[in-house]
């Protein structure tokens, strides 16, 4: 497997540009108690470039995050009982997906059966990149073979527990003993195994952040401590997808968006601190963050 360690070129803008040439992200996010991960990948993928962000949310949700987002449209989707996203919404939610470039799918969306169920048979039949992070990933554990039926590329983004989970191990110690080869193992027999007409790229979170799919591995080396907060992970999702929007590959897409994430927390944390972090801070920081990489690639 190749190791990267040029970080990949992200193309200026034209002139003559509108919003929609900067790429159509549609989130799909939220629930109960967990309106903060709706918000943080919408942000991130809208001050990560994108022209166009939509946000699908259960329908008693979307009058909050008509107030706390003013730059995202959202979209409110059937709910069940519980105001997680129901599985009647299933046409509706294709529906925005093909008007879109890339998908998020899984932050703050909760593990309710039936919304996790709505999450598999999405995983399996939506025709457009993926970005799955957080309850897409618990979701996906369960139902690990859901992968064979993938259309398009997906990126997976675990933290060390959530990739623990999708390996069915015992904790995350046997996942940070060894990251690298964890990772690249799980790839390699993801791809090799799995009959997709695309393939996976995981983005394996944690200090020096490992980016890999079937052939080539980044190890990132931006991030810091503080990073290890709630919601800096929703804020990363939204970028990866946002630089795939944009019109990069998958994997550069991930690498650059794990190197501006972490660059982003670096500045935070000379402005506030790592103890006192938040993953606002760093959603904060990446136009911070994306001027010095346009500085450094200038150079």
């Known amino acids: 497997m190749k190791r990267i360690k040029k970080l990949p070129y992200l193309q200026s803008r034209g002139k003559n540009t509108h919003k929609g040439s900067f790429g159509r ?4 996010a939220g629930s109960p108690g967990m309106t903060g991960a709706a918000y943080l990948s919408s942000k ?10 939509t946000l699908g949310i259960p329908k008693s949700l979307n009058p909050i995050m008509e107030v706390k ?3 995202v449209m959202t979209h409110p989707l059937p709910e069940t009982k519980a105001s997680t996203l129901s599985f009647d919404g299933r046409e509706q939610i294709l529906e925005l997906c093909e008007i879109s470039d890339v998908v998020v799918l899984g932050p703050g969306l909760s593990q309710e059966p039936e919304t996790r169920e709505l999450i598999i048979w999405l995983i399996a039949t939506i025709d457009k990149t993926l970005v799955i992070d957080a309850d897409g990933i618990n979701a996906l554990a369960l139902s690990i073979d859901t992968l064979k039926n993938i259309k398009q590329n997906v990126v997976l ?29 799980f790839v390699e027999s993801v791809n090799d195994t799995f009959e997709n007409k695309k393939g996976v790229t995981l983005v394996m979170k944690g200090n020096e952040t490992i980016v890999a799919d079937f052939d080539k591995v980044y190890v990132n080396i931006t991030g810091n401590p503080g990073m290890a ?8 999702s939204g970028i990866i997808a ?13 690498q650059l968006g794990v190197y501006v994430h972490g660059l982003a927390g670096d500045i935070a944390s000379k402005k506030k601190g790592e103890a006192s972090m938040i993953a606002t801070d760093i959603l904060n920081c990446l136009p911070e963050a994306f001027l ?7 150079k």
Not at 25 to 28: D, G, P, R
Not at 158 to 182: C, F, I, W, Y
Not at 292 to 298: D, F, G, I, R, V
């Open 25 to 28: 992200v549609f989130v799909l």
């Open 44 to 53: 991130g993928a809208l001050r990560s470039g994108s022209g166009l962000v």
């Open 69 to 71: 987002l003013t730059c």
């Open 157 to 185: 983004t675990p933290h060390p527990g959530e990739m623990a989970r999708l390996l069915h191990l015992d904790s995350t110690k046997e996942v940070q003993k060894d990251r690298l080869n964890v990772a690249t193992r």
């Open 229 to 236: 907060t709630a919601g800096a992970g929703d804020v990363l």
């Open 242 to 254: 946002s630089l795939i929007g944009q019109g990069m590959g998958v994997f550069d897409a991930a």
């Open 292 to 298: 010095h990489y346009y500085q450094w690639e200038k």
